[in-house]
């Protein structure tokens, strides 16, 4: 029995319901869905919030994984799914092939879905800081209890990086330390000079804002910044003076449409560095019918670190 999550806006609001069939988006690669995940994107579109649902109705489910009719387990992050086109909360869907990037051996289908989009994007930005020569010194975490946040810290800690962690929820202190964070330091979201002290040699930034201008402004002479998130929002208030004077580089990580080769550097960080035993303490599971539950608790700020979807 095919199942699929819909959600439709109506004009008495938006609603979220199992259906006993298939929406088949665009693709060239068929996939027997197992496993998908909730992200930040998936909340907002669990909501029917117009900035992520961009077709209505639509499955939601920005990660897909799943085998192909010979039987290779792949995953898909992003590439417009659960946005643009049906996405992976359903038990079958179709799927551009080139993004499709085979799970790692030492992976099952869980732990890619644990690591999704979130983890995905953490390599990226990680890998992003190396390719930008930042080889040691102290990184700044921003939304640390995140989902890519915290795989980031992780990743960041094995390579052997001094991580700071910022967040605005000191419970999760121990949590942070327990995933490698040498330091915790809280929000840095408010209005700051346009530059401050100097002091990271990297930052990964899932924020936006003002947190990020801040991070900018507190970034050592030639360090990287890489920025793949808004939850604080999708301005930048900032001024030149931390790259013409410092030299700072403000790298853009965009895990929708990232092509083939970044996709693969980016699972062969995740498959020569995550912690299995680390990745599967910070997820929890839910199933197809409790997700749009959990969303709501993702966008209330009552859950931390990832969460796979059992399709």
């Given at each position: ?66 085998t ?16 643009f ?7 079958q869907?179709r ?58 810290v ?76 808004l ?54 599971t ?12 993702l ?8 969460t796979?979807?059992?399709?």
């Amino acid at each position: 029995m095919h199942q699929s999550l819909l959600v439709t806006r109506t004009d008495d609001g938006v609603t979220a319901e199992l259906r006993e069939e298939l929406f088949l988006g665009e693709g060239d690669l068929l996939l027997d869905v197992s496993h998908s995940s909730l992200n930040y994107k998936d909340a907002m579109a669990l909501r029917g919030d117009r900035g992520v649902m961009r077709v209505d109705p639509l499955v939601p489910g920005i990660d897909a994984v799943g085998t192909t009719a010979d039987g290779q387990l792949v995953t898909v992050n992003g590439a417009g799914l659960g946005e643009f086109r049906h996405g992976g909360y359903t038990t079958q869907q179709r799927v551009p092939a080139a993004a499709a990037v085979p799970v790692p051996e030492r992976f099952s289908a869980w732990h890619a879905a644990a690591i999704g989009t979130a983890g995905f994007t953490a390599a990226m930005s990680v890998v992003a800081l190396r390719e930008q020569g930042v080889d040691d010194g102290e990184i700044l975490v921003t939304g640390a209890t995140g989902g890519v946040g915290s795989i980031a810290v992780h990743l960041l800690a094995r390579l052997g990086y001094r991580v700071v962690a910022s967040t605005g929820r000191p419970e999760h202190g121990a949590w942070l330390r327990d995933l490698g964070a040498a330091e915790l330091v809280g929000r840095d979201d408010e209005p700051g000079r346009p530059l401050q002290k100097a002091r990271w040699a990297g930052v990964v930034d899932c924020i936006g804002s003002h947190t990020l201008v801040n991070a900018c402004a507190q970034t050592q002479w030639g360090g990287t910044v890489t920025a793949c998130g808004l939850a604080q929002g999708p301005d930048l208030p900032a001024t030149v003076l931390p790259f013409i004077l410092r030299g700072v580089k403000l790298v853009g990580i965009n895990s929708v449409d990232a092509p083939r080769p970044v996709r693969e550097r980016a699972w062969e960080l995740l498959d020569a560095t995550l912690d299995l035993a680390v990745l599967e303490d910070l997820t929890s599971t839910v199933a197809l019918s409790e997700v749009a539950a959990a969303g709501e608790e993702l966008m209330n700020g009552q859950r931390r670190g990832r969460t796979v979807v059992e399709i």
